[in-house]
Structures are given as structure tokens and as C-alpha cells.
């Protein structure tokens, strides 16, 4: 019983699968009415559509982040800046510079969107350029758009919020016209999907991991390490446009200030969470996902309660420092070193 | 006087990339203030007065860049200083502003948190030897919800609230006169400068000691230069990390009361983005991000450079205030790219 207990606790999955039952139970005992699920003006509503609903940028973020983590044992904590600058640069596009509220685009949808994405893609590349080739330490590098992009981002929106009062715009942070269920989980789906897809079809994640593991050694063995981990950067800074775009949907406007504020944490969150290693190598996208679910799980449930946005950071704080020191070496080692000592006390005590 | 600075630290055999920095820095200070005094000349920024501003307006930099490198110096990094400073100003406000408290039992604790704090953050990266970069952003986003539950309003204090907290903050140190200027309607303003820049430029002062001529401050080179080779040679190098921190941690709430003293509020949004200004005041003052190279009058100059860019900004009135931002990111970029690349040099010489 106790070794088939240990076999299922060392099963990755098994952290954030167990926080999230256990996130889940507190909510049912708390407020019976969290599961309910009711259909309202044609579209579905509920705690649980909306933790899936708010949880897909996150998710979004975290399959992006995972990739940084394996490949370069460091965090992109600039995620949460680009999405507000894909936000600022879609939304000046669409209201054309100055603007700050337009019922009328003044280029297509697709060219503003495209610009936005652009952007973030260019902001992951700095990024890979900035860790893979000068071998900058990953948060430093991307320390430079964490402030830099949100700027960046002020300057695009002249200071102001940009309002995009135009229908279709905000589709893909609210719902499809006819479709019951909120468009933001389509879309995660689809990011995850195709990320599975290409993991699983090509050679790619195998080295991902090989870099993450030992650079040097799958150079030798004939990787392009350097163009692995830039790439890794690339997707990571895509998914936090696609992520932006989601934000700056659900409010038909760009927010500089506020899209994207404190979202490096729940990315990070979620790859911790998800039992991959802070340390690179290994790594398991599903876990991460479950914990990204589980991150906004926790903060619907926070909000719920009555603690208010700027104060759930703290409890995620600590969830985050309690997650890295259990997975800790250092502590592991202490852990066992005690109960070495206790053994051996115990033997001496009987002998 | 600058000049001869530069040259007592880099006498000709040791001239290498790293002094080659804190040159380019002094020089690009030098370059910046004086392109800023023939630019913005019609509006005051020659006047010794501008100058003296840049360290009362920065003096809660100056503290917070000295306790970065440090932690620098270990190869380490605090991303957490710019919320611990929200924390402590807002815990300044509440507590004398609403709770009435009066004002040294209230500064003595504040900085007991940043003693606390630091510890805290030490012992999880040294001892448990976790990123320093995980553990301070957690610290960072501890620090600023934190804040939101001290309270979530703006705070300000104002002279009925604590007396003497507001006599400290307004206490002018009149410089000479005859370093003034005549305005206008021919009056002589004699130049001043407030407690607070005695405080920054005593921390350092102190620090550049500490860093030079302590055993701990040698160990901190020590560390960071090669955390194996230090041990071998029988230094503590957890004890040491986690010091480090707690160094840094102790200096920024100095720094937050200077902070505070300046902006007499509290808010939540206050110093968002502290960090990256105290992290690139140290890497443009030559500090390595690696470790084990730099030191504080570097990080000082860093300071001023940074204060510079803002009162560029400041001054031209035009530019939205996030120029600053940017001109502050991509001066850090730049600076990074500049440390790889001598980094590469050096490997290829060796």
C-alpha cells in the first residue's frame, strides 16, 4: 500500500492534479452552487466555465514558458509586458495612431493582428537572440522587456487607452455569435493542439530536452543548440501575443498598465506547479497545463473570497516559494539527512 | 577630480575590460549632463541646484544600487527591492498617517523587516540554493500584494500627521552661497540639499569600505568570482549568500525611507519598476552580472546616468514619461551586450 502510495506521488501529473482536487474540494465546501453550470442569453456560465474561460491565456503562456524553462533552465518573465505591448501595438494599428476610441477600423482586422503578433515574435526573438547567442543569465535578458515592452507600449497608445468599439474585434476574448462556449478556450486548445502536435511529430522536443539537460554535450552530438534555444524564445514570446490578444479582446481596448500585470508569475506558476523543474531539461506540457488551470483556479477561488487582485499575489507567493523548495536538491538532501540521523538514533537506541 | 579617479583604479597594468566600463560610464555621464546643460541651458539644468537634485531625487536609488551590487557582486540578483520600497512606504504612511504611531518606532521597524526579508530570501538561496531569481520574484510580487493589504488607498503624509517625520523630509542643508545663482529679480538662491543625500552618500561611503577593506566584503568578491574555489578556501559560501541578501534587503528599506521622505505617500503602484532602474544603475557602474567584479562608485555614477535620463525627459516636457522607461531598458541592454562581449574577448585571449 505504502510503496503503490509512493509510485502515484512520484507520478508527475500527480501535484497539480492533487492541488487542483484539492482546490476544487475547499470551493464545494465552501459554496455548493461553484459547479453549477447554467446556460444564459445562449452562452454558458459558471465558476467552471470561467476558470477554464480566464484560464486560457495563462495556459497559453505556460506552453510558451515550459519551452523556455527545458531549454534554458532560466524564465522568461518578460510574458506578461508583451502581452501588453501586442495589446497597445494591435489596437494602434486597427484605431490608427492617436485614436483612443474608434467605432470603425482603419486597416483590416488581419493586418492589425498580424502587426500585434509581429511584434511579440520579435520581442521573443530579442529575447532568444539576447540568452542564446551573447549567453546572457535568461531572467536578466529578459528583465529588458519586462520594462522595456510596457513602455514601449505607452508610447504606441500615446499614454491612453485604446478602445476598439468594433464587433468582431471582440470575439476572441468573449464569444463566437451562436456559440455557447467561450471563444479564449478554442483558442488554447488550438495553441496546445498544435504544440502537442509538433512536439509529438517532430524531433523537436527530444531536443529540447537534450539542450536543457547538457548544451554542450548535444552540440558535440551535432544539435544547434544555440538555434533550438532561440527558437524556444521565438514561440514563447508568439504565445504571449496570442495571449495579448486574448487580454486586450475581452476588453476591446488596450490597457497598458493593466494587461498582462503579474501573469510572468502565474506562467512560472504553472510550469512549477506542473512538476517540471525549474532547473530545465525534463519537461511535461500537460503538466503545465493542469497547472496553469489550476493557478486560475486558485485566483477565481481568491476573488471569490473577497481578496482583491492586488492583494492574491501574496498567496501565490508562497505557493510558488513552497513549490521550488520542495523541489529543492538541497532540500531533499537535508530531508533525508535527517531521517537518516533518526534512523541511525533509532538503531542505537535498540541495540 | 574624475579623471584622476578613473586613473587610480585602472593604473596601466590592470587596465582591463572591467575599469574600461566604469570609464565608459563616467564618461557617458559626463557626456549626457553636459549635452543636457547645452540642450536644456534656458531652462535651469546648468544651475548646480540641477545637479544636486539628481541625488535628492535618486538618494532612495543610491541606497538600493549599493545593496544590488552586492548581491550582484555573489553572481546572484534582487528583482524584490521595488515592492519591499512600496511595502515599507506604505507601512510608513499607515502606520504614523493613520495609526499614529510616532515616527522612530516605525522607521526602526521598517527596517527590522528589511532585515527580516532578507534573511528570508538568503536562506532560500543560499542555504536551500534556489534561483535568486525565482526566490526574489517572489519576493517581488510577496512584497507589492503585501502592500494591497496594508491598505489599498493612497496615503499621504502631511505635517499634523507625524511632526517631526515631516521636519525631517523638509529640512534643507544650505550649501554656500556664493555657489548659487541671481534669479531674476536679482536675489542670490543659495543651493541645498536634503538629509537624505547625507544618508545616500554615507551608504556609500560605508559600503565602498566595507567592500574593500572587510573580510566579509573581500568574500563577496570571493563567492562570486569562483563560489567553488572560495569554498576551498574555507569560506562559508551560504552564510556568506545569504548575508549578501540580507545586506541588500537592510539597504533598500534605508533606501524606502528615502524614498518615503521624498514622496511622503504610500501607494500600492509606488516604485513599480524600482528594480530595474537599481539593476541598471549597477550593471552601467561595471558591476558583472556573472559576479565577482564591480564596485559601488560605479553603481553610484549608474545612479546619476539613470537620473539624468528622467530629468532629460523631464525637462523637454514633450515626451511621455515612459521614454525614460525605455531609454533606462535599452541603455541596459546595451551595457549587457557590452559585458558579453568582453566576457567573449577575454575567454578567446586566455
Not at chain 1, 248 to 263: E, K, P, Q, T, V
Request: include cysteine; glycine fraction near 10%; proline fraction near 3%.
Amino acid at each position: 500500500m505504502k510503496s503503490k502510495w509512493k509510485a502515484l506521488t512520484r507520478q508527475q501529473l500527480f501535484l497539480p492534479i492533487f492541488s487542483l482536487i484539492v482546490v476544487l474540494l475547499i470551493n464545494l465546501v465552501k459554496d455548493p452552487g461553484f459547479f453549477q453550470i447554467g446556460l444564459q442569453n445562449g452562452v454558458l456560465y459558471g465558476r467552471l466555465i470561467d476558470i477554464l474561460n480566464r484560464g486560457s491565456e495563462i495556459a497559453i503562456l505556460a506552453v510558451g514558458q515550459t519551452l523556455v524553462v527545458a531549454v534554458s533552465a532560466g524564465t522568461d518573465i518578460s510574458v506578461g509586458s508583451v502581452m501588453s505591448l501586442t495589446a497597445c501595438g494591435t489596437c494602434m494599428m486597427l484605431a490608427g495612431y492617436g485614436n483612443n476610441s474608434v467605432t470603425e477600423l482603419a486597416v483590416p482586422m488581419g493586418v492589425g493582428i498580424c502587426f500585434g503578433l509581429l511584434l511579440a515574435f520579435l520581442c521573443g526573438c530579442m529575447n532568444g537572440a539576447l540568452v542564446a547567442k551573447l549567453k546572457i543569465q535568461p531572467m536578466v535578458a529578459t528583465l529588458i522587456l519586462y520594462t522595456g515592452a510596457r513602455a514601449i507600449g505607452l508610447v504606441l497608445c500615446n499614454n491612453q487607452i485604446t478602445y476598439i468599439r468594433y464587433e468582431p474585434y471582440k470575439y476572441f476574448g468573449n464569444f463566437l455569435p451562436g456559440c455557447p462556449i467561450p471563444t479564449p478556450i478554442f483558442i488554447a486548445a488550438a495553441v496546445i493542439a498544435l504544440m502537442a502536435l509538433f512536439l509529438k511529430k517532430t524531433a523537436l522536443g527530444l531536443y529540447i530536452q537534450s539542450v536543457g539537460i547538457n548544451s554542450r554535450a548535444s552540440r558535440i552530438s551535432g544539435i544547434n543548440a544555440d538555434m533550438i534555444c532561440f527558437w524556444c524564445y521565438a514561440i514563447c514570446g508568439l504565445c504571449a501575443g496570442i495571449a495579448g490578444i486574448i487580454a486586450s479582446s475581452r476588453i476591446y481596448s488596450a490597457d497598458s498598465n493593466n494587461i498582462g500585470l503579474n501573469y510572468e508569475m502565474d506562467a512560472i506558476l504553472a510550469v512549477a506547479l506542473g512538476g517540471n523543474s525549474l532547473g530545465g531539461g525534463k519537461f511535461n506540457l500537460s503538466g503545465s497545463i493542469v497547472g496553469a488551470y489550476t493557478i486560475q483556479a486558485i485566483t477565481t477561488t481568491l476573488l471569490a473570497m473577497g481578496v482583491s487582485t492586488d492583494q492574491a499575489p501574496v498567496v501565490k507567493a508562497i505557493i510558488v516559494i513552497a513549490i521550488v523548495v520542495v523541489q529543492a536538491p538541497a532540500f531533499k538532501q537535508m530531508l533525508a539527512n535527517r531521517a537518516a540521523r533518526r534512523s541511525a538514533a533509532g538503531k542505537e537506541a535498540v541495540g | 577630480m574624475k579623471q584622476t579617479a578613473v586613473k587610480k583604479d585602472g593604473s596601466r597594468r590592470t587596465f582591463n575590460g572591467n575599469n574600461m566600463l566604469l570609464a565608459i560610464t563616467i564618461l557617458l555621464f559626463v557626456v549626457m549632463y553636459t549635452t543636457g546643460c547645452i540642450v536644456y541651458r534656458d531652462k535651469g539644468f546648468p544651475h548646480l541646484q540641477t545637479f544636486l537634485n539628481l541625488f535628492i531625487t535618486n538618494a532612495g536609488l543610491i541606497c538600493v544600487a549599493c545593496g544590488m551590487t552586492c548581491v550582484m557582486l555573489t553572481g546572484g540578483i534582487d528583482i524584490s527591492v521595488g515592492s519591499l520600497i512600496a511595502m515599507d512606504c506604505m507601512l510608513l504612511a499607515f502606520g504614523m498617517g493613520i495609526k499614529g504611531i510616532p515616527c522612530i518606532p516605525m522607521v526602526l521597524l521598517v527596517l527590522a523587516i528589511g532585515i527580516v526579508f532578507g534573511a528570508v530570501q538568503g536562506y532560500l538561496i543560499g542555504y536551500l540554493e534556489i534561483q535568486p531569481f525565482i526566490v526574489t520574484m517572489a519576493g517581488l510580487f510577496f512584497g507589492r500584494g503585501m502592500t494591497a493589504v496594508i491598505c489599498t488607498d493612497q496615503i499621504s503624509i502631511t505635517q499634523d500627521m507625524n511632526q517631526l517625520f515631516y521636519s525631517w523630509a523638509n529640512a534643507k542643508i544650505t550649501l554656500p552661497a556664493f555657489l548659487g545663482y541671481t534669479n531674476k529679480k536679482g536675489k542670490v538662491i543659495a543651493p541645498f540639499i536634503r538629509p537624505t543625500v547625507l544618508i545616500a552618500l554615507a551608504v556609500v561611503v560605508v559600503i565602498f569600505l566595507v567592500l574593500k577593506y572587510t573580510k566579509f566584503g573581500r568574500a563577496l568578491y570571493a563567492v562570486g568570482g569562483n563560489p567553488v574555489s572560495a569554498a576551498m578556501m574555507g569560506l562559508n559560501v551560504k552564510k556568506i549568500k545569504m548575508q549578501a541578501y540580507i545586506l541588500s534587503s537592510f539597504l533598500c528599506s534605508i533606501g524606502a525611507i528615502c524614498y518615503c521622505l521624498n514622496t511622503m505617500s504610500g501607494s500600492v503602484q509606488q516604485a513599480r519598476g524600482f528594480e530595474i532602474d537599481a539593476i541598471a544603475s549597477s550593471v552601467i557602474g561595471g558591476t558583472l552580472l556573472t559576479g565577482g567584479v564591480g564596485n559601488v562608485i560605479g553603481s553610484l555614477f549608474g545612479c546619476l546616468i539613470n537620473g539624468t535620463i528622467t530629468q532629460l525627459v523631464t525637462t523637454n516636457g514633450k515626451l511621455l514619461s515612459s521614454w525614460a522607461n525605455i531609454a533606462t531598458a535599452a541603455l541596459l541592454m546595451a551595457f549587457i551586450i557590452l559585458q558579453s562581449i568582453f566576457a567573449m574577448v577575454k575567454n578567446r585571449n586566455r
